[in-house]
């Protein structure tokens, strides 16, 4: 019998989900969630005797198709040579705008995040962008966001061949509309609540009257996670595979 | 050829348009030290298309009045102190940018072009606060197709530091082509290496087709170590440790000047 499923584990098999069908996958540096999860769809695919995505890590020398500089990743997202990437964000509005930048009134901001990096490029076109933020606060949701890094809709015939598909976070799954635009409530995480999302989310988004729970893995799906996935993820991110593998062995009351 | 750090500080001239690259790519931290002493200052630095520790120190030591950037963090070791306090002081001019941006800047220097035409950025607050960006309809698109314009990067000055040179003024960049991209767009072009060889790195058509060939590259020295506490690729790791005890060092700007002056400023 296996520990219980990790509250990460939740969010890295949701990923796998979302990430489904893809070709090509490019996770940013400093990303061990989504790494993961890109590396459990790659697992599941050829357990099932498929080929798999594609996974460029960024700063990783192992997982690192490019050999002409930091230009290669913009020039094949322009091309649509790749089909999924995450964008994080200080701050995510109901619109699907990012700021990556600081808060309060520009240039001068009080707080100063590092800068927008290549989001102002990379939402416009790559067709599943998945937004994570495991920080799920009115601080981190909010209604507006102080500085647009980068839009989550344009304005008709602005060229726009990608965008945001979802919003994870450590408490709730979304869905992007992009029509509306906003957010859909898709599942909510277990040990969480409706009026628990209501409350650490600055922006309205609709939702069922009784929305779903996030459905857990299945044994066979958290075996190839424990054993081979974490051991892909540890040639990357070492620190994170073994603080995963120290926290499956204890109850899940002490976990995260 | 072969000059040593202060010979090669003497090109940065007060005002001078600075790139430095992404801190994976190889920085020269060697040459950090250097500049600092000629207290040269106004200096407009350029991000390739991010930037780090060098580009902190710079501006902690008040010679920076303006940076083009795509981010400037520590990376692991969180946000860079003294760029977050000159932003929130309102002591340095801020371009901020988007990577492909940068890239797409330097590309129209290098081919000579006034600007290069980019996808993405509009409905951006970046777009909104660059007067230098400019946003035209696409004149081969049948309907309405706006887009926008990035203006040619033409820095005056490249620093970066390499694995090697050969004595003939080649540079070995491997795989790391935004090192050739600043080169082909800059002026002038001053590189750092860990050693020099004997023997042409354009001879063997192995080593030819990651080379920076000896007309883009004004002056080299050599600097053993010279990216730390920054790895360099192929040869060392990044002291992630020294550059956390930067961080905290650096969060105020007594703590900054009393690292400058006491932190030892080559490894251990």
Known sequence: ????????????CTIAKLLDGVRHVAVGASSPIPAAGAMLLRALKQQAGEKGPRISILGSVEHNFFTNGSAELFDCAGQGRIDAFFLGGG?????????????????????????????????????????????????ALVEKVDFISTPGVSDNGVYRSGGPIALLTSKALFRFDKTRPGFDLQSIHPGHDLAGIKDATGFQFAHESQPEQTALPDQQTLALLRGRVYDEVAETYPDFAAQMRREIERPLSHAS | MVSDLRALAKYVEPGVRLALPVDYAGVSMAMTRPIMER????????????????????????????????????????????????????????KDATCPAIHAGL?????????????????????????????????????????????????????????????????????RRELAAMAYAS???????????????LANEMSAAGVLPALYVTEIAVAPKGAWPYG????YPTDTAEILRYARAARSAEGFADYMTNAQMEPA
């Open chain 2, 107 to 175: 590309m129209a220097a290098q081919k000579g072009s006034p600007f290069m035409p980019m996808r993405g950025l509009i409905g951006s607050d970046l777009l909104r606060h660059r007067s230098d960006w400019h946003v035209i309809d696409n004149p081969l698109a049948d309907g309405s197709d706006p887009i926008v314009l990035i203006p040619a990067i033409k820095p005056d000055i490249t620093i970066f530091h390499a694995p090697m040179a050969d004595r003939y003024g080649n540079v070995w960049i491997g795989r």
């Open chain 2, 232 to 235: 360099l690729w192929g040869e």
């Open chain 1, 1 to 12: 019998m296996m520990s219980e499923v990790h509250p990460r584990e939740i969010l890295i």
């Open chain 2, 187 to 201: 002026a002038t072009t001053l590189v750092t290496v860990e050693r020099i060889v004997d023997d042409s790195l």
């Open chain 2, 39 to 94: 207290n040269t200052r106004n200096l407009d630095l350029v991000c390739v298309p991010t930037g780090g520790l060098q580009v902190d120190q710079l501006i902690g030591a008040g010679l920076v009045r303006s940076v083009e950037t795509s981010a400037v963090s520590l990376g692991e070791a969180g946000g860079a102190p003294r760029f977050n306090a000159a932003v929130k002081d309102g002591a340095i001019a801020l």
């Open chain 1, 91 to 139: 701050q995510i509005d109901g619109r699907g705008n990012i700021n990556l930048v600081g808060t309060g009134d520009y240039p001068q901001t009080p707080v100063r995040w590092p800068g927008s990096f290549g989001s102002a490029y990379l939402y416009y076109v790559v067709p599943r962008v998945i937004l994570f933020r495991e920080e799920h606060t009115p601080r």
